[in-house]
């Protein structure tokens, strides 16, 4: 019996392997590269990859839960990208109040229906205390532009993406996106100053790495540091 057993096993593990290479053969990875007019390297830059099968999950998935601060009349993070449903808490570490908006961002605010979007006031922290808080949830599909009616200059956004492949390009403009299921698949970019969205670029995601360059139409602002 455990002569049969020890010539049966290399032919079952075999099989399992076997049945498992093709779960892991039909994922693929991006890698995105995002350049500005000028052809160079754009940070925070969010890639969109939509794949027309709806199968897998990403390595990384987008977070279901963000904590946006107010500190020194800035938010931050600049730019978050979180998942359609995800659930924000915003902190006023400033010692002075804010009245935080948050609005479609970019040309689809002129098709917003009244009363979308929403109003948070944070009293400023009290020197020695707990900053105060307040709650909000992203409940459509889209790019947010965050601001406040106090201080005008104050300028932040959340990208709520419908898919799960979505994520921010570093320093050097290029964003990875892993785990992708094979096949076609349109992949968007999006950033907080290319007012005019740029047309989805098609794609066939393989086993194999793939790379890609998408460029902005504008140089982005510099962002105050």
Not at 3 to 23: G, V
Not at 34 to 59: F, R
Not at 90 to 111: I, L, M
Not at 166 to 178: R, S, W
Request: glycine share 8%; charged share 15%; proline share 8%.
């Amino acid at each position: 019996m455990t002569s049969l057993a020890s010539r049966i096993l290399p032919f079952a593990l075999f099989f399992i392997a076997a049945c498992a290479l093709p779960i892991w053969a039909a994922a693929g990875n991006i890698s995105v590269q995002v350049l500005d007019k000028e052809g160079k390297p754009t940070p925070d830059a969010v890639v969109i990859v939509m794949p027309s099968a709806k199968t897998g999950t990403p390595k990384n998935p987008l977070p279901a839960q963000v904590t946006i601060y107010q500190e020194k009349m800035r938010f931050v993070p600049a730019v978050s990208v979180v998942a359609l449903g995800a659930k924000a808490q915003f902190v006023n570490n400033d010692p002075w109040e804010h009245h935080v908006r948050a609005s479609a961002a970019g040309v689809a605010q002129f098709n917003a229906a009244a009363g979308e979007g929403f109003e948070l006031r944070l009293d400023g922290k009290p020197e020695g205390k707990p900053a105060k808080t307040a709650d909000a949830t992203f409940t459509k599909a889209g790019a947010v532009l965050l601001g406040c009616h106090i201080h005008g200059s104050m300028r932040g956004h959340v990208y709520v993406s419908e898919s799960p492949w979505a994520t921010l390009t570093g320093a050097d403009g290029v964003a990875l996106l892993e785990q992708l299921p094979e096949g076609a698949a349109q992949i968007k970019v999006w950033h907080a100053d290319q007012l005019i969205d740029i047309a989805p670029q098609s794609y066939v995601v393989t086993a194999s790495p793939g790379a890609l360059t998408l460029q902005l139409s504008v140089v982005p602002r510099r962002r105050r540091i």
